[in-house]
């Protein structure tokens, strides 16, 4: 089994900036991916941004110069940056983690947590 522990998040005017941090433990595992995802009420769950572990990374378009994503590889851990946020970046994100364990791919998800920009 793999826990993902989130950290970050909360309340803040839009143009500000938060950081969210996820850390994967367990044992017999290895991470192929790591990101976050958000959904905000009435939406579908989206991608935000993602980081292999060949640091390779992807972000939503909605997202793209303004969050940055880093990852340790050593530790499995991954940081998502945000920075000028809008109202609409509100949402509650949810790291997650694709994995190399015991034999077979699976996904872990984190327990979400909320981010609100207020106007």
């Known amino acids: 089994q793999v826990q993902l522990v989130e950290s970050g998040g909360g309340l803040v005017q839009a143009g500000g900036s938060l950081r969210l941090s996820c850390a994967a433990s367990g044992s017999s595992f290895s991470v192929n991916v790591m990101g976050w995802y958000r959904q905000a009420p009435g939406k579908q769950r989206e991608l935000v941004a993602r980081?292999?572990?060949?640091?390779?990374?992807n972000f939503a378009d909605s997202v793209k110069g303004r969050f940055t994503i880093s990852g340790d590889n050593a530790e499995n851990t991954v940081i998502l940056q945000m920075n000028s946020l809008k109202v609409e970046d509100t949402a509650v994100y949810y790291c997650?983690?694709?994995?190399?364990?015991?034999?077979?791919?699976?996904?872990?998800w984190g327990p979400g947590t909320q981010v609100t920009v207020s106007a």
């Open positions: 997650f983690t694709d994995v190399r364990y015991l034999g077979a791919n699976r996904r872990y």
């Open positions: 980081i292999t572990d060949g640091d390779s990374t």
